[in-house]
């Protein structure tokens, strides 16, 4: 098994301790490129300021370089270092602190009632829901959520070097009608809502004046949402499948929900692995990075190392000190974890106030293609699987 495939493995966890024991940090001669398994190690070179989310020579990949959808890309402050990621997290992470879990409820409840079955359209709860509820905080208006939502699933395509042609470009054309959209709600003068006057606020108060990088990372916010809460969400489905007595003699109450999401973020990752760049030499540890070294990050590893998280491989409610490294850390730590917790967590509790016993329905799972992420797709005992 190589890292990559072990982020779709059936259970890629037995694999991760192993390589833990063998060293926090070893270098991979086949694949040519660190491994970074440990916790320790891990947390150090997300902090590292050398350790960069780009190569130096390639900051946007070569397949989307000239379209659309890499005009996006090399704008989004989680690709970017310095003032090209400051100032937009600035503009925008105090807006997304400001979310209280009552009002991502209230349009949680909202947006599930516009969806199509979603206790039988898994599909619609995963993916669909969480990008209509960013959506909605922004200020798409009801009937503009189902757009919203493809063009979002057709822009994300692009992130991934498995995508072939026909997904690259429908993921230039999603990104040139979402670029297209947020200019039409920048210009009404009411900015469509209070969270997107929040951050035009931040924006106008701020030096960072690039309009284009704004609408960037504007849907920079769904697509984050995108792949990464639908995985929370699937993987929390799938934790209840496989321990149906998580709530015995217990109504899933908002806090025990959000007890459940939490520990599934930490013990089946939606984002199993993501990758540092160095830019310069530097010592990490015991071992010298050269520049131009490339160190996959094990997440997933990371969050069942028994020195960050005691007794890692077993699920608890009520983990004290949980330690979870699936949305990073440092200075790129996702600054919406709260509102994909939060957002997961009441799709969720949506979703057994409609069907109590869903984790007693006949569903099977795989898990999409993918060398980072971690999201099931699930049909029913009677369906072919999908190919």
Known sequence: MTPFEAATHADPYAYYSRLRRQGELLFDADLRLWIASGATVVETILEHPDCRVRPLHEPIPLAIAQGAAGHIFGRLMRMNEGPQHRCPRMAIEPALASMGTENIADIVARV??????????????????????????????????????????DFVACLSPLSNEVQLSNANSGAARLSQMFNVLLSNDDKGSRFLSHICSEYEASA?????????????LLSQTCEATAGLIGNTLIALHRRPDLFEDMQPTPRLVAELVAEVARYDSPVQNTRRFVAKRCTIGDNVLEAGDTVLLLLA??????????????FLLKRSQRRTFSFGSGRHECPGQQVALTIASEAILALLHRQPTF?????????????????????????????
């Open 112 to 153: 599930v009632e516009t969806l199509d079955g979603p206790v039988d359209n898994l599909d619609e709860l995963m993916f669909t829901l969480p990008v209509s509820v960013v959506a909605t905080l922004i200020g798409f208006t009801p009937s503009q959520l189902q757009e919203v939502a493809e063009l979002t699933r």
């Open 208 to 220: 960072w004046g690039d309009h284009d990088a704004l609408i960037a990372n504007l849907i920079g």
């Open 359 to 387: 984790s007693a329905r006949p569903y099977r799972w795989s898990y999409l293609p993918s060398l980072n992420g971690r999201i099931p797709r699930f049909y029913r005992d009677w369906e072919t699987q999908p190919a």
């Open 301 to 314: 590893s990371a969050n069942r190392d028994p020195s960050a998280n005691p007794d890692p491989d077993s």
